[in-house]
């Protein structure tokens, strides 16, 4: 999969800009704040249709303009096709592959898909369980359509019930027949998506471990992922009923896999607690690698590669080990950012690769 150009108008920082990618490494490279990682951000949103920072569509509009358009050509197994994403204060946003709108935004997910190495990335190890459990859900809707599918029934019936919960407990009413229609639902969703959680963390977790021996080179320290949910042990639909009661005085669905968590461990320990900061960073870019290789046995194709700042992040044995991984071709296209010119250009040349680079500043992206 390549991404050929990508055309911005009124994004984020880009009035208008327009660039052609030639070659398979292309380095973005400017100032803090020069609008390097927005340009990510756009090619996230021809993958995702939506933004890799979680923010409104509305934020990303160039301010004092109305609206914005992101268009890119992607070529995939010799096929090339047109994206586009738009987007309007007043209208609804827009996505379209060859000029053809989506009815539905999760016919697209997965078609295009990217991997992103960012800072950000800690927080998978330092935040609450809701972080994790958005990684492996984005992960996985990229390799299963139907998760996506059992994923949006799940999350929009439990808003549905956690709303007439909220409404039984302020009137004092209660309706059975209601919740249970609800239930039925959710539990039916809930056990596909508890399956499908249960057997890709036995399959991806080889995987990091993997990848986290060859970035800690051969420290003999072995990583883990554990996934823990209330279904493991407790019927679903039972449990719904029996704890009614508490779920109205609490105005909120107090089980179900919309609770479940996924622990990262060094040596069985939890790697939050226990693990240095380098054991924590080896421990992101091994779960990353392993993200990028379920996506390419999935699409028997290499996703797209985007590294964000990541050589002022990692020390320079992390980066020299990653660098080996790129020079041998294990990835497709990769796109990186730095702040430093002179460092990464430098460690790419030790390594014997060809970049395509480009000067980022000022709204403007200009070959280098």
């Given amino acids: 999969m390549r991404l050929e150009k990508l055309q911005l108008l009124n994004f984020k920082n880009y009035r208008d800009a327009e660039v052609v990618f030639d070659g398979s490494i292309h380095c973005l490279l400017g100032k803090n704040g020069s609008g390097k990682t927005n340009l990510l951000e756009a090619i996230h949103y021809l993958s995702f249709t939506r933004g890799a920072s979680g923010g409104s569509d509305s934020a990303n509009i160039r301010i004092g303009e109305d609206h914005f358009l992101i268009r890119g050509h992607v ?12 987007y309007a204060a007043d209208k609804k946003k827009r996505i379209t592959e060859n000029g053809k709108d989506y009815t539905r935004f999760s016919e697209h997910i997965g078609k295009y898909p990217l991997v992103l190495v960012a800072p950000a990335d800690i927080e998978l190890v330092w935040d609450g369980s809701e972080v994790r459990r958005k990684f492996f859900d984005t992960l996985l809707a990229q390799v299963d359509k139907q998760y996506l599918e059992q994923l949006m029934v799940y999350q929009a019936h439990l808003r549905h019930r956690n709303s007439l919960l909220r409404m039984f407990s302020e009137r004092k009413t209660l309706d059975r027949d209601l919740l249970e229609s609800y239930d039925l639902r959710m539990a039916g969703a809930a ?62 669905t107090t089980i179900g896999i919309h609770r479940d968590e996924f622990l990262f461990t060094l040596e069985g320990h939890e790697l939050r607690r226990f693990g240095s900061q380098g054991q924590q960073k080896s421990f992101l870019i091994a779960l990353k690698l392993a993200e990028f290789d379920s996506l390419e046995q999935k699409n028997g194709f290499k996703p797209l590669l985007l590294l964000d700042d990541i050589f002022d992040k990692l020390d320079d044995e992390r980066i020299g080990q990653l660098m080996k991984l790129v020079s041998n071709g294990a990835f497709g296209q990769i796109f990186i950012t730095d702040a430093r010119p002179g460092r990464s250009l430098e460690v790419l040349k030790k390594s014997g690769l060809i970049t395509q680079n480009f000067g980022v500043g000022s709204g403007s992206i200009v070959k280098v």
């Fill in 75 to 86: 070529e995939v197994d010799g096929r090339r096709n047109e994206i586009s994403c738009s």
């Fill in 191 to 252: 056990a596909y998506l508890h399956q499908q959680r249960t057997l890709f963390v036995k399959s991806i977790t080889p995987l990091v471990v993997k990848h986290y021996g060859f970035l800690a080179m051969g420290s003999g320290e072995t990583p883990g992922l554990q996934y823990v949910s209330d279904l493991d042990t407790l019927d679903f639909k039972k449990e719904l009923t029996a704890r009614l009661d508490r779920d109205i005085a609490m105005g909120r």
